[in-house]
C-alpha cells in the first residue's frame, strides 16, 4: 500500500515537474470550469452551412478553429525565444503585409476582380517569399547587427500596417471567388474547418524537423550561451537568423488563413495584438523567455489555452476589451509561478510535507 | 550604453521615417493658399482613406491651395504636428483631432500666429474661439436614424446582437447611445452587447458564441460595416438567413461600396452613412473666409442618410460609396 501509494505520487510528482503540465493544467481547469458551469459547452453538433455543406460546429470546434493561426505563430515564436531569447513583436504587422500581398497578386490592379488574376498557390508562396524576407530583415537585425529582438522588430511593428495598406494602394480589395475562402473556413464536403488541417500540418511538419534535423539542439545550444556554442563548431548568428525566417514562414501561413476567413482585409486591425498572445503562448507553455530550453508541444498547447480562454469569456458574456485585463491575470500568476524564488518555496514546502509522515510512523 | 545606442538607432530610424511620411514643405509665394491638414491615419477605416482622398483631391495647386498633410493616431503627435505647421506660417490648419483633449495650447499659439483653425470630422473640448469653424457629423444622429428605421420594421419581439466599436470614441457612442436608449423605452432584448473594436473576426467570434448557445436572435446591429460582415461570416456557417425577408436583420455604418453591393443583394437591410466628404465644405468655408465674409454658424453638421436594402438603387451605390 505504502509503496503504490508513492509511486503515485512520484508519477505526479514528475508530471508536475514536466514543464508540459503548467499548459495541461490550465486547459483541464477551464475544462473543468465549463463542465460546472454549462456542460453543453462540448455539444458538437453536424449542420450545414448556407452553401449546404456539412459543418460541424461548437464550442471546441470553434476553439481548434480559431486557435490554428495562434499555434502556427506559436511555433515559430518559440524557436525565436529559444535561440535570440527575445521575441518579435511584429508578427501582427508581418501578418497584415503577407496577407496584403496575397490579396495584391491575386487581384492584379484591380481591387474588385471578377476572377483571379493567378494561382491561390502563386499568391501564397509570393507571400511566403515577403514574410520570410522581412523575417530576414528581423533576423539580420538580431543576429548580426545584435540589437535587442524587442527594439528590431519595433521597427517593423510601426511601419508594418502602414507597407500592408501600400501594398494595395491603400484600397480595400474583396475576393469573390468562393474557393479562396476554403482555406479559413470549410472545404465543400469536409466538415472540419480547414485551419486545424493547416495548423496540423504545420505542427507535423514542425515534429518531424526537430526529430530529425538538430535544428532544436542548435536552437538550445545557442540560446543557452552563444560563445560556447560557438566554440563548438556553431554558428550562432546564422541559427538565429534561421529562426527568424522560419518565423516568416509561419506567419505566411496565418496571414493565408486571416485574409481567407474574410476574403479580403482591414489593415488596421487585421491580427491585432496577435503578437502579444504569442508570447503569451510560449509563456504558458512554461518557457524561459530568455531564451534557451523550450518545449514546442507544450508551446502550441498554450496556444490553444489562450483560445480556450477567449472562447470562454464569449461564452460567458465577458465584455470583449476586458479580456486582456483577464489575460494579463493568467500571465501574472504563470510568471509568479515559474519566477524560481516561489519554485523553491514550493520545492521546500513539498519536502516538509513529505517529511511529517515519515517522521510519524518512526514514531 | 548599449541599449542607449540602441533605441537611438531605432529612434533616428523612425524619425527619417516620418520625415519622408510628411515631405513636400515647400514655400512658395505664387499666390496659393497654405494649408496644413492633420488627419488620423488614412489605414484606420475605410471611412477615412475616403476622407483622405478627398482632402487630396480638393486642396490641390489648381483648386488654389498649397497643401501639406500630416498623419497620426497619436494626440500628441498630432500637437506636434501642429505647431510645426503654425511655425510654418501656414494661413489655415484643417484638424481631424485623434482625440478630444490636449489642444487648447497648441491652437492658442495658432491664434496669436494668425493661423485660422477648421475642425473637420471631430469636434476637440476647446473654447469656441479658438477655431473658425467645426464641420462634424451628428453621430447622435446617426444612430437615430437607424433605430427609428429598426423601429419601423415592426417587429413581433426584437432579440438584438449589438455589436459595438471601440469604446469610447464619438461614433460607439452615439451609435450606441440611440440604441441603448430605445432598449431601454421599448423593452427590446438585448442578446450579446461587447465591442467587436471595429474588428470583423472579433465580430463573428462574438455572433458565433452566440450561435454555438443556441441563443434566438434576429437583429444584428453593427456599428461599423466591418464588423456587420463578421457577423455575416458566422451566420452563413450556421446556414441562419439574414437579408430583406430572411430570418436575421443586418445592420451596418459608414456606407462603404461593398457593403452598399451588400444591400442592393439584399443580403444586408441597412447602412446608415458616415459622411466623410468635408473637404467641399471646407473649401466653401476658406473661400468665405478669404472674402471677408462671417460665417452664420460655426458648427456645421453634414446630411447623412440611411439606406433601406428595399429602396436602394445602383445610383446610390456608386454615388455613397466609399
Same mark, same amino acid.
Given at each position: ?22 499548459? +495541461? #493544467? /490550465? ?8 463542465? !460546472?458551469?454549462? @456542460? *453543453? $459547452? ?120 502602414? +507597407? #500592408? /495598406? ?8 474583396? !475576393?469573390?471567388? @468562393? *474557393? $479562396? ?121 498554450? #496556444? ?60 | ?322
Amino acid at each position: 500500500m505504502q509503496s503504490r501509494n508513492n509511486t503515485v505520487s512520484e508519477l505526479l510528482m514528475k508530471l508536475f515537474r514536466r514543464q508540459i503540465f503548467i499548459p +495541461i #493544467a /490550465a486547459l483541464l481547469l477551464l475544462a473543468l470550469f465549463n463542465l !460546472i458551469a454549462d @456542460p *453543453s $459547452f462540448f455539444k458538437i453538433t453536424l449542420g450545414t452551412n448556407s452553401a449546404g455543406d456539412p459543418v460541424l460546429s461548437g464550442y471546441l470546434i470553434t476553439i481548434l478553429d480559431y486557435g490554428s493561426e495562434l499555434a502556427i505563430l506559436a511555433i515559430g515564436m518559440t524557436l525565436v525565444t529559444a535561440a535570440s531569447g527575445g521575441q518579435d513583436i511584429s508578427v501582427g504587422a508581418a501578418i497584415a503585409i503577407s496577407g496584403s500581398v496575397v490579396l495584391r497578386v491575386l487581384c492584379g490592379s484591380n481591387s474588385r476582380p471578377e476572377t483571379l488574376q493567378a494561382p491561390i498557390i502563386v499568391a501564397f508562396l509570393v507571400s511566403c517569399l515577403v514574410a520570410m524576407a522581412f523575417g530576414a530583415f528581423n533576423g539580420t537585425l538580431v543576429a548580426y547587427f545584435k540589437i535587442q529582438p524587442m527594439v528590431a522588430t519595433l521597427i517593423l511593428f510601426t511601419a508594418g500596417r502602414s +507597407i #500592408a /495598406a501600400w501594398i494595395n494602394n491603400n484600397e480595400l480589395p474583396i !475576393i469573390s471567388e @468562393p *474557393s $479562396f475562402g476554403y482555406f479559413g473556413g470549410f472545404i465543400p464536403g469536409i466538415p472540419i474547418p480547414t485551419p486545424v488541417f493547416i495548423a496540423v500540418a504545420c505542427m507535423i511538419i514542425t515534429a518531424l524537423t526537430l526529430r530529425f534535423t538538430n535544428l532544436g539542439l542548435y536552437c538550445q545550444a545557442v540560446g543557452i550561451n552563444d560563445k560556447s556554442s560557438r566554440l563548438n563548431g556553431l554558428n550562432p548568428a546564422f541559427i538565429k537568423f534561421l529562426t527568424y525566417v522560419i518565423l516568416g514562414l509561419c506567419v505566411a501561413v496565418a496571414g493565408l488563413i486571416k485574409v481567407s476567413r474574410l476574403s479580403s482585409i482591414n489593415y488596421s486591425v487585421i491580427a491585432k495584438d496577435i503578437e502579444m498572445d504569442a508570447i503569451l503562448a510560449v509563456a504558458l507553455g512554461g518557457n524561459a523567455l530568455s531564451g534557451g530550453k523550450f518545449n514546442m508541444t507544450a508551446s502550441i498547447l498554450g #496556444a490553444y489555452v489562450i483560445q480556450f480562454l477567449t472562447t470562454t469569456l464569449y461564452k460567458f458574456n465577458v465584455q470583449s476589451d476586458a479580456l486582456s485585463a483577464y489575460k494579463a491575470v493568467v500571465v501574472i500568476a504563470l510568471v509568479v509561478l515559474s519566477a524560481p524564488i516561489v519554485r523553491e518555496k514550493l520545492t521546500a514546502l513539498k519536502n516538509s510535507l513529505k517529511k511529517q509522515p515519515a517522521a510519524k510512523e518512526v514514531a | 550604453m548599449k541599449i542607449q545606442k540602441v533605441l537611438a538607432l531605432a529612434a533616428s530610424a523612425m524619425l527619417c521615417m516620418s520625415a519622408v511620411a510628411c515631405d513636400g514643405g515647400k514655400k512658395d509665394d505664387d499666390g496659393l493658399i497654405k494649408v496644413g491638414i492633420i488627419n488620423n491615419d488614412p489605414n484606420e477605416s475605410g471611412y477615412r482613406t475616403a476622407n483622405d482622398n478627398d482632402m487630396k483631391k480638393t486642396f490641390t495647386k489648381e483648386n488654389g491651395y498649397d497643401a501639406q498633410f500630416s498623419y497620426s493616431l497619436k494626440n500628441d503627435e498630432q500637437i506636434n504636428a501642429a505647431q510645426k505647421y503654425v511655425q510654418d506660417e501656414v494661413d489655415y490648419l484643417l484638424l481631424s483631432a485623434a482625440d478630444t483633449a490636449g489642444w487648447d495650447s497648441v491652437l492658442q499659439d495658432a491664434k496669436k500666429a494668425g493661423v485660422k483653425v477648421i475642425l473637420f470630422d471631430r469636434t476637440i473640448d476647446a473654447d469656441a474661439s479658438l477655431y473658425e469653424a467645426s464641420i462634424v457629423s451628428d453621430m447622435d444622429k446617426e444612430g437615430q436614424t437607424a433605430v427609428d428605421w429598426l423601429k419601423g420594421q415592426n417587429l413581433s419581439e426584437y432579440n438584438i446582437i449589438h455589436l459595438q466599436g471601440v469604446m469610447g470614441s464619438a461614433a460607439q457612442k452615439g451609435r450606441s447611445g440611440a440604441l441603448d436608449q430605445a432598449v431601454k423605452d421599448l423593452g427590446w432584448n438585448l442578446i450579446t452587447q461587447q465591442t467587436a473594436e471595429w474588428n470583423a473576426e472579433k465580430a463573428t467570434q462574438i455572433v458565433q458564441s452566440v450561435i454555438d448557445s443556441g441563443k434566438k436572435f434576429n437583429v444584428i446591429y453593427a456599428e461599423n460595416d466591418d464588423m456587420a460582415k463578421g457577423a455575416v461570416a458566422a451566420l452563413d456557417k450556421a446556414n441562419i438567413s439574414h437579408g430583406v425577408g430572411k430570418d436575421v436583420i443586418i445592420m451596418g455604418f459608414d456606407c462603404n461600396k461593398w457593403a452598399l453591393e451588400e444591400l442592393l443583394k439584399k443580403n444586408w437591410n441597412y447602412d446608415g452613412q458616415c459622411n466623410p466628404f468635408q473637404a467641399s465644405y471646407i473649401d466653401s468655408i476658406i473661400k468665405d473666409l478669404e472674402a471677408g465674409k462671417t460665417l452664420s454658424e460655426k458648427v456645421v453638421v453634414m446630411d447623412e442618410k440611411g439606406f433601406d436594402a428595399s429602396t436602394i438603387t445602383q445610383a446610390d451605390v456608386d454615388k455613397y460609396g466609399i
